[in-house]
């Protein structure tokens, strides 16, 4: 059982820049999979991002390549994710998702573990 709980949110204007993270409890954190998802009022969820169990693959959606950076640090058990150049398209709820092992997934199905969100709102 992994617990999930996001933070670094907030409100900041285009071309901006936040830092959201997603501190894990449980064990074995450095064997999950790690990605982060969002989703906006009345749109469905969509990937952004994910980061493999080593740390080693990293996999984006095409709308935030180049603006978003997925990293993670297993001794303090947290994922991060940097957001540069912030659009107003990228406002949205940010959830963070964990499953054991593997690489490369950007379903919402294929995550098993999911956190309560965090606030990103971009102003023009």
């Known amino acids: 059982q992994v617990q999930l709980v996001e933070s670094g949110g907030g409100l900041v204007q285009a071309g901006g820049s936040l830092r959201l993270s997603c501190a894990a409890s449980?064990?074995?954190?450095?064997?999950?999979?790690m990605g982060w998802f969002r989703q906006a009022p009345g749109k469905q969820r969509e990937f952004v991002a994910h980061?493999?169990?080593?740390?080693?693959?990293?996999y984006y959606a095409d709308s935030v390549k180049g603006r978003f950076t997925i990293s993670r640090d297993n001794a303090k058990n947290t994922v991060y994710l940097q957001m540069n150049n912030l659009k107003p398209e990228d406002t949205a709820v940010y959830y963070c998702?964990?499953?054991?092992?593997?690489?490369?997934?950007?379903?919402?199905?294929?995550?098993?573990?999911w956190g309560q969100g965090t606030q990103v709102t971009v102003s023009s």
């Open positions: 449980g064990r074995a954190f450095s064997s999950y999979a």
């Open positions: 998702t964990a499953r054991p092992y593997g690489l490369g997934y950007s379903r919402p199905a294929e995550y098993d573990y």
């Open positions: 980061i493999s169990w080593t740390g080693g693959y990293t």
